[in-house]
Antibody, heavy 123, light 111 residues
């Protein structure tokens, strides 16, 4: 059974930093691209960042580029998101999600999601 | 990258059908067959319902179907049931620079 378990959320002051983690199990983590998606309170889903299976390629939404860094440790089946220079508008539930593949090719859908971790940026 | 446009709400009586649109551009929805749809209940993580425009993951009822024409994708829920009342989001691949974009979301109400 595929499981994704996020951790690391919490309350942080504007300008502060936080590191989110997502522990994966139930699949060969090193074979799949992964992504982070966030949802502000009462708002819709927003794609935040993605990373290739090897970690060699990373992608960011314009809203977080230069402030957030995605990384992965395939030896520990863990995905990370480093959040720096946090702003009030970064307040959201952050979900990690596995990228879906079809016939061995990345198909850019999110087939498994974690339960999310809440990040609150406030003074 | 701008969010894809969905109607804020849609509704139908049990047994009826409801269709949700998802409008993008030629750089996302119109340019790739990588449109997916997600169902989300309040306080819960999203669940994949449709991928690659019209493919259903195992376990998703065949009452859910997807299609695409030009820059607009659609999700149709046939034979509405009370359990279908939820928020629905579309998503599309948006190219190597933008990667992925979500729709604005649609709240489906079963009357």
């Amino acid at each position: 059974e595929v499981q994704l378990l996020e951790s690391g959320g919490g309350l942080v002051q504007p300008g502060g930093s936080l590191r989110l983690s997502c522990e994966a199990s139930g699949f060969t983590f090193s074979s799949y691209a992964m992504t982070w998606v966030r949802q502000a309170p009462g708002k819709g889903l927003e794609w935040v960042s993605g990373i290739s299976s090897s970690g060699s390629y990373t992608f960011y939404a314009d809203s977080v580029k230069g402030r957030f860094t995605i990384s992965r440790d395939n030896s520990k089946s863990t995905l990370h998101l480093q959040l720096n220079s946090l702003r009030a508008e970064d307040t959201a539930v952050y979900y990690c999600a596995k990228i879906g593949y079809n016939n061995g090719h990345k198909s850019y859908y999110f087939d498994y999601w974690g339960q999310g971790t809440l990040v609150t940026v406030s003074s | 990258q701008s969010a894809l446009t969905q109607p804020p709400s849609a509704s139908g009586s049990p047994g009826q059908s409801v269709t949700i649109s998802c409008t993008g551009t030629s750089s996302d929805v119109g340019g790739y067959d990588y449109v997916s749809w997600y169902q989300q209940y309040p306080g819960k993580a999203p669940k994949l319902m449709i991928y690659e425009v019209n493919r259903r993951p195992s376990g998703v009822p065949d009452r859910f179907s997807g299609s695409k024409s030009g820059n607009t994708a659609s999700l149709t829920v046939s034979g509405l049931q009370a359990e279908d009342e939820a928020d629905y989001y579309c998503s599309s691949y948006a190219g190597s620079n933008a990667y992925s974009v979500f729709g604005t979301g649609t709240k489906v109400t079963v009357l």
